[in-house]
């Protein structure tokens, strides 16, 4: 009876010869010239049928009228601008509220403090 790690090492050194053969046909097919340029050409090819794709989905969301994803990202970047804007109201508005109080101005407020400290213990 043969044991797991004989038919294990067969089946390590099929892999490997198939790798190894493999590896030596790709090479082979990738060293010509003729497959380079019908990799470029399909590549070039696939890029102008997304590019069509984009636009036409573009065609169908304008009649649609629904946004499309450069809307949304013109949205998003509007929404930064105004996040950022307010913002910077709320540390100025903070600052001017703790200068009226006379205290130093903070960022951002204190969190409250609702743990007390332990009590110190009674000594016999």
């Known amino acids: 009876m043969t044991r797991p790690a004989d038919f294990l090492d067969l089946?390590?050194?099929a892999?490997?010869?198939w790798e190894r053969q493999t590896n030596e046909v790709l090479n082979d097919v990738s060293a010509d010239e003729g497959v380079s340029r019908v990799m470029n050409q399909s590549l070039a090819a696939m890029s102008r049928l997304q590019a069509q794709q984009g636009e036409a989905l573009e065609r169908l969301l304008v009649r649609a009228n629904l946004p499309s994803r450069a809307d949304f990202?013109?949205?998003?970047e509007r929404l930064d601008g105004i996040e950022s804007q307010l913002a910077e109201l709320r540390s100025l508005l903070l600052?001017?509220?703790?200068?009226a109080r006379g205290e130093p101005a903070s960022e951002a407020p204190k969190p409250a403090r609702?743990?007390?400290p332990p009590k110190p213990e009674a000594k016999p």
């Open 73 to 76: 990202r013109v949205l998003g």
């Open 15 to 17: 892999l490997q010869k």
């Open 114 to 116: 609702t743990r007390k």
């Open 95 to 99: 600052g001017q509220a703790a200068a």
């Open 11 to 13: 089946w390590r050194d």
